[in-house]
């Protein structure tokens, strides 16, 4: 089955630096990969959706300078915390469209941890 | 592997009760969450089980059974509304969350 990958599943920065999280989609081609962060027991919140290609287009509320996306290629897709604060701190999740498919498949997750 | 198997399609009437169930393999387990995703949009918190037993939000009710290593999330009172995909998703003992592949809900009148 199709299958997503996420990089890395732990990682605690110091306030100020900047963090890169990686998307991986392993076995199919994504045109659409999707950033989402999440807090404990409550949703997902839509953070940017990536398009292979061109620039992401960041949800109402989300600093496009502060988390940059990059989708390079049809199989990744990265997502950088500039200057990060302790506010920062969160699970932050993938998920990738499958090219031609409708199915989304998610990454295992990432939890930042800024200290 | 850590997994969890649900269905990937199921349909019901408007009005009727579905349940979809959810089987996990994971290595150590800290409960499991249910969300709804309509087309298009992101995943939205339905539920979470930590113990096992039911709990019950209005029309949704989720279940578990860790010995069973097994839950199912009931609707209630189908409407045409409810029509989504629907994604099991358990914590492991690594707190990384492992995700089930999504069951389509199909609603007809």
């Known amino acids: 089955g199709a299958v997503v990958s996420q990089h890395p599943s732990w990682v605690i920065c110091k306030s100020g630096t900047s963090v890169k999280i990686e998307c991986r989609s392993l076995?199919?081609?994504?045109?659409?990969m999707f950033w989402y962060r999440q807090f404990p027991k409550q949703s997902l919140m839509l953070m940017a959706t990536?398009?292979?290609?061109?620039?992401?287009?960041?949800e109402q509320g989300v600093e496009k300078d502060k988390f940059l996306i990059n989708h390079a290629s049809l199989t990744l897709s990265t997502l950088t915390v500039t200057s990060a604060h302790p506010e920062d701190s969160s699970f932050y999740i993938c998920?990738?469209?499958?090219?031609?498919?409708?199915?989304?498949?998610f990454g295992e997750g990432s939890w930042l941890t800024v200290v | 592997g850590q997994s969890l198997e649900q269905p990937s399609e199921v349909t019901a009437v408007e009005g009727a009760i579905v349940q979809i169930n959810c089987t996990y393999q994971t290595s150590g387990f800290y409960g499991l969450s249910w969300y709804q995703q309509h087309d298009g949009g992101a995943p939205t918190f339905l539920s979470y089980?930590?113990l096992d037993g039911l709990e019950e939000t209005g029309r949704f009710s989720s279940f578990l059974s860790r010995s069973d290593s097994y839950g199912y999330l009931l609707l209630q009172e189908l409407q045409m509304k409810d029509s989504a995909s629907y994604f099991c998703a358990g914590w492991d003992s690594n707190y990384q969350l492992i995700w089930g592949a999504g069951t389509k809900l199909i609603i007809k009148p």
């Open positions: 076995d199919f081609q994504a045109t659409t």
């Open positions: 990536s398009n292979e290609g061109s620039k992401a287009t960041y």
């Open positions: 089980n930590g």
């Open positions: 998920s990738a469209a499958k090219q031609g498919g409708d199915t989304i498949y």
